[in-house]
């Protein structure tokens, strides 16, 4: 399985990239070493949407408090790029993707990272992962 992150990304050009107890959603608490990861710098913390492409180096979860009912599991992951996005994908290409259940990949990335302001990490499907290839 392949994942994406949406996170705050200062510097796309580094060679690693470290996300500290990133919120997952869509089975993102099951990304592992070894693992795809398409890095998308968060619009709301000033970024442009898809910038690179890496291996995950280490992933590690975070523990659950136990005073917290409910709680999204977090997981910290070290990355390293091995491409830099050619071509843009971020909310404003992706908007108009709105019908939930045309089994688009571009719809399943709008609604896993963009139906929610929140930055995460998201577990996508081969097709999305595939569609995602096409940028690099």
Do not use: C
């Amino acid at each position: 399985m392949a994942f994406a992150i949406k996170a705050e990304i200062a510097d796309p050009m580094a060679e690693t990239f470290t996300f500290t107890a990133q919120k997952t959603m869509y089975d993102g608490k099951n990304i592992a070493a070894g693992d795809t990861i398409f890095l998308f710098a968060s619009e709301n913390e000033g970024g442009n949407g898809l910038v690179a492409r890496g291996i995950v180096l280490s992933a590690a979860a975070i523990a659950r408090q136990s005073d917290i009912e409910r709680q999204t599991p977090r997981v910290s992951i070290q990355v390293r790029r091995t491409a830099l996005a050619r071509r843009p994908l971020g909310r404003n290409e992706l908007r108009h993707l709105t019908d939930w259940q045309d089994g688009r990949p571009g719809t399943e990335l709008n609604f896993k990272l963009y139906r929610q302001a929140t930055n995460k990490i998201v577990g996508i499907s081969e097709s999305a992962a595939a569609f995602l290839k096409g940028f690099f």
